[in-house]
């Protein structure tokens, strides 16, 4: 008799998992691609304007100004403005900005 599929893919996770737990976590890059979200941030706004009307999309505006928010708290600097580089202290007054819908 065949054995479930079920309980192979449950023996391969536990497998899998065994494995695993003694390995180093791997890095996880946390870099902000500022082009790249500003290019999600526009594509959010062209897809709002056209959607406007469906209740999917009414939370658009919202995730648009959370994403600006984001940018503009960490990357933001008064030298560079959206360069790298961490070592650049930001103004009070960008560190505070708030979008709001």
């Not at 959607?51 to 995730?63: D, G, I």
């Not at 503009?72 to 008064?78: A, G, Q, T």
């Amino acid at each position: 008799m065949k054995r479930p599929v079920r309980l192979t893919i449950a023996d391969a996770k536990r497998k899998m998992l065994t494995a695993r737990i003694p390995r180093q976590t791997p890095y996880v890059d946390t870099t902000m691609y500022v082009s790249a979200n500003a290019d999600v941030v526009s594509a959010i706004s062209d897809a709002h304007a056209v959607f406007w009307m469906c209740s999917l999309w009414k939370q658009l505006p919202h995730v648009r100004l959370k994403t600006l928010d984001r940018m503009l708290r960490e990357v933001w600097s008064d030298l560079r403005g959206f360069g790298t580089g961490s070592e650049v202290p930001r103004s009070k007054a960008h560190s505070t900005i708030r979008c709001s819908a």
